[in-house]
């Protein structure tokens, strides 16, 4: 990011209010990484318990649901072991992992599936939700890193008292 475009992001309205004034901050970047890492792996792990649990699922879906897993475990991987910069392309891989699913759980259940048109409307499927959740809170805290609100794993706080 440009420093104008930094300088004006940081004094205006919304990010000093979204921010609480710079009164409120996190300085827990172990366990801020761990949750980003965990919702990640909860995404992933619905995924595969939907691959198990349904008898009948399509194979697009299938290829669909081992993308995501890899996706997921190798941004929580870049997440937990990487050094800088890989770290924030894991968060960034995680970030857009989250809003993908998302998009296309809205999508489906707004005007369903090939070969399975029962998920149309169908928005009370726990393992759905249950992702949904995992990606929410994904978005969330990555949000919060952004923001500096808080601070994840191996960045730098740069806050001044």
Known sequence: MTAI???????????????????????????????LGAALLGLAATHV???????VVPLYLVIYVWVLVAVCIAAGVALALAPGPIARVGRAVGAGTSVVFLVGYVTSRLTGLPALPGVRGWWDYAPGTLGGLCAVAYLAISGAVLLGITVARPEEQHWHD
């Open 5 to 35: 475009a930094q300088r004006i992001i940081l004094h205006s309205r919304m990010y000093r209010l979204v921010t609480s004034y710079r009164y409120v901050a996190v300085d827990l970047p172990r366990t801020t990484a761990t949750v």
């Open 49 to 55: 318990y939907i691959l198990v649990s349904e008898p």
